[in-house]
Nanobody, 115 residues
Framework: QVQLVESGGGLVQPGGSLRLSCTAS????????VGWYRQAPGEEREWLAT???????AYADSVKGRFTISRDNAKNTVYLQMNSLKAEDMAVYYC?????????WGQGTQVTVSS
């Protein structure tokens, strides 16, 4: 069974940056579009960004212009560069296939934005 491992979260001040990584245990990302999602306490998981197989990307309005998704298929890894972080970005961040999350969810990585 494919496992997803997210990392790179932490505590950052408003306006700061973080780079998240998500690595799959198998060569799975070469066959699928891959996305980042997040879930804040008491809220449903929301889609943030997608990296398509041919190189195009898509973003939710809430992160457009601040977040950048990228992928390294050779490393089975997808990244999320997050800039200009806001308090409302605080959540647990996950990766999965997109637009439909087909794989078991990983443990996620916590992002805390606070001064």
């Amino acid at each position: 069974q494919v496992q997803l491992v997210e990392s790179g979260g932490g505590l950052v001040q408003p306006g700061g940056s973080l780079r998240l990584s998500c690595t799959a245990s198998e060569t799975i990302f070469r066959a699928y579009a891959v996305g980042w999602y997040r879930q804040a306490p008491g809220e449903e998981r929301e889609w943030l960004a997608t990296s398509y197989l041919l190189g195009s990307t898509a973003y939710a309005d809430s992160v457009k212009g601040r977040f950048t998704i990228s992928r390294d298929n050779a490393k089975n890894t997808v990244y999320l560069q997050m800039n200009s972080l806001k308090a409302e970005d605080m959540a647990v961040y996950y990766c999965n296939t997109a637009p439909a999350p087909l794989l078991p969810w990983g443990q996620g990585t916590q992002v805390t934005v606070s001064s």
